[in-house]
T-cell receptor, first 112, second 112 residues
Framework: DTGVSQNPRHKITKRGQNVTFRCDPISEHNRLYWYRQTLGQGPEFLTYFQNEAQLEKSRLLSDRFSAERPKGSFSTLEIQRTEQGDSAMYLC??????????FGSGTRLTVV | SQQGEEDPQALSIQEGENATMNCSYKTSINNLQWYRQNSGRGLVHLILIRSNEREKHSGRLRVTLDTSKKSSSLLITASRAADTASYFCATDALDSWGKLQFGAGTQVVVTP
């Protein structure tokens, strides 16, 4: 297992388009998290899964955002009708419950 | 909103010196964790300290936790240029079930 993998690394999209990001966690981990990070700030929590169940969604996650984790394996984060304010680094992490996180390298989204 | 606040926001030191950064938080916690982030990359887990622990060491890192003051410190001894990065504290609050909240980070620059 080579850690948490995120694809793509970079995504440039036009405002109004939909984008989807993928995260492959460490297979033994039962928790998967999505965070968003803007320049000069710490990661902000978006949502997390325990196995295939989505346990919590942040108020930051508007109706345009949806995340899935089918069969408790990889996860996808979709943003519909992107806006310039969605430009950020989207980070995925996995862990055992109550343990330290292993982060992926992130997907940098630029909305033009 | 972010639970932890790091101090200072930025720190510039020379190789061989020690670097100390502090984190204050607001609510009772299960554990507190420190992460490092190199520019444009994902976060790397450094150390986890549980609420019933007061001090923890890992290599050149020393973390303290004072739950009565709701604060923690990270000390990097004998710093190296490779320690240049942003450092974040993250709290696992008592009612958060393993979800971490991150501070805004301390940017550390170590010059040769």
């Amino acid at each position: 297992d080579t850690g948490v993998s995120q694809n793509p690394r970079h995504k440039i999209t036009k405002r109004g388009q939909n984008v989807t990001f993928r995260c492959d966690p460490i297979s033994e981990h039962n928790r998967l998290y999505w965070y968003r990070q803007t320049l000069g700030q710490g990661p902000e929590f978006l949502t997390y899964f325990q196995n295939e169940a989505q346990l919590e969604k942040s108020r930051l996650l508007s109706d345009r955002f949806s995340a899935e984790r089918p069969k408790g394996s990889f996860s996808t984060l979709e943003i519909q009708r992107t806006e310039q304010g969605d430009s950020a680094m989207y980070l995925c992490a996995s862990s055992f419950t109550g343990g330290g996180y292993t982060f992926g390298s992130g997907t940098r989204l630029t909305v033009v | 909103s972010q639970q932890g606040e790091e101090d200072p926001q930025a720190l510039s030191i020379q190789e061989g010196e020690n670097a100390t950064m502090n984190c204050s938080y607001k609510t009772s916690i299960n554990n507190l964790q420190w992460y490092r982030q190199n520019s444009g990359r994902g976060l790397v887990h450094l150390i986890l300290i549980r609420s019933n622990e007061r001090e923890k060491h890992s290599g050149r890192l020393r973390v303290t936790l004072d739950t009565s003051k709701k604060s923690s410190s990270l000390l990097i001894t004998a710093s190296r240029a490779a320690d240049t990065a942003s450092y974040f504290c993250a709290t696992d609050a008592l009612d958060s079930w393993g979800k971490l909240q991150f501070g805004a980070g301390t940017q550390v620059v170590v010059t040769p």
